[in-house]
């Protein structure tokens, strides 16, 4: 008898057939298998077995049109009402949210949280965390495979692309929704540079203090900067 395992793999390869006649362009996404692997890498088996290889392969290629031109530090944003008669979602009762970014910490509890202030329920969640060659207009070249998968690619970017299927959302409030989504991730990227140049300013605070050997309230500030740097930075 045919295993779960073994019909998810035949699932994403009749899915990369699929992306591919949906308009996921091989010349830009590089091999459509590794794309759909990485994908789904998080995904339960399943999941995608209840979904099928139609809307598995739909969803990943609307994500992929929606990521094929990303300038630098921004982020992509595409919210989609449900659409009964089109493959757009596991389940054709849902709205979509698409997003591209950066990859960074936070992403996927600020945009919950602003799901759960509109009274949005978020039953799906699909967060591939991605390795991406893109060029220097911000033209995706290649996705070269999970951020977490073994042997990073050379040369490639880390992505957020996170598919969140919604239920509750009306045709009306698709763009404020857009709108908002695209504040919280700016606010998210702002904090994260700002948590970088923290942990930064943190480090350069405790090798001057080190250098100085004191001793007393000096040395119970060293003792505070270097916890704050092994822990990565204050949050």
Known sequence: METIGE??????AEAARVAEAAGANAATIGS?????????????????????????????AAHARLAARRPQGRALVAVRPPAPGEVTAFDPSRGVVDLVTDDMPFLVQSVLMELRRQNLDAPLVVHPQLLVKRDVAGVLQEVCGARSAPGAASGAIAESWIHIEVEGLA???????????????????????????????????????AAEQAEGFVGESL?????????????
Request: aromatic fraction near 6%; include cysteine; charge should be negative.
């Open 32 to 60: 459509l298998r590794r794309y759909l692997d990485a994908y789904y890498w998080h995904v339960s088996d399943e999941d995608l077995v209840l979904a099928g290889s139609l809307r598995i392969g739909s969803v990943a």
């Open 7 to 12: 019909e998810k793999r035949g699932l994403v």
């Open 223 to 235: 003792e505070f900067a270097v916890v704050v740097v092994c822990e990565g930075g204050i949050h």
């Open 171 to 209: 045709a009306d409030g698709v763009s404020p929704l857009a709108e908002r989504l695209r504040c919280i991730l700016d606010d998210v990227r702002v904090v994260d540079e700002d948590q970088s140049r923290m942990a930064a300013a943190t480090a350069a605070l405790a090798d001057e203090l």
